[in-house]
């Protein structure tokens, strides 16, 4: 049975699933958010009172996701410089496009996995971004 994994130093999974899955070689990691650990609140977005989205700032959200996926992968026995394949929702790509891709240029400068960007119409939270990630384990 493949290897789960649950971690506090990320933010709890909206849904019934663990952070990642680790099956043989490979570590699939759950979709990633910005959301902060133990708390709903999420870097750059200001609600309004029935939670609508009135505002955001993409690159504290695409810092956030970052560091959220490098918790996971260390916490999971992994590393940064492991991921082979990204998947990327934006819930902006007109207007968040650029900003996203530089910051990524900036955060994968020395691995570059393999990505795919895709524009999703809504997030389960209000959050403009999640990352979906395949990496290697160490040692295997």
């Known amino acids: 049975m493949p290897d789960v994994l649950r971690t506090n130093r990320a933010p709890k999974p909206v849904g019934a699933y663990p952070h990642a899955r680790r ?3 490979l570590l699939f990691l759950s979709g990633v958010g910005p959301r902060r650990a133990g708390t709903t609140a999420i870097p750059g977005v200001t609600l309004d009172d029935a939670g609508n989205v009135v ?12 560091e ?3 918790v996971i992968l260390e916490d ?3 590393s940064w410089d492991r ?3 990204v998947t990327v929702f934006l819930t902006n790509m007109k207007d968040d496009f650029a900003a996203f891709n530089r910051l990524y240029a900036e955060y994968f400068a020395e691995n570059q996995p393999c990505r795919t960007t895709v524009e999703v119409n809504a997030l389960p939270t209000p959050i403009a971004i999640e990352l979906k990630c395949i990496a290697t384990m160490p040692g295997v």
């Open 55 to 66: 505002a955001y700032d993409i690159e504290a959200q695409c810092r956030s996701v970052f």
């Open 83 to 85: 991921l082979v394949d």
């Open 76 to 78: 999971a026995g992994s």
């Open 68 to 70: 959220n996926v490098r």
């Open 23 to 25: 099956v043989g070689e």
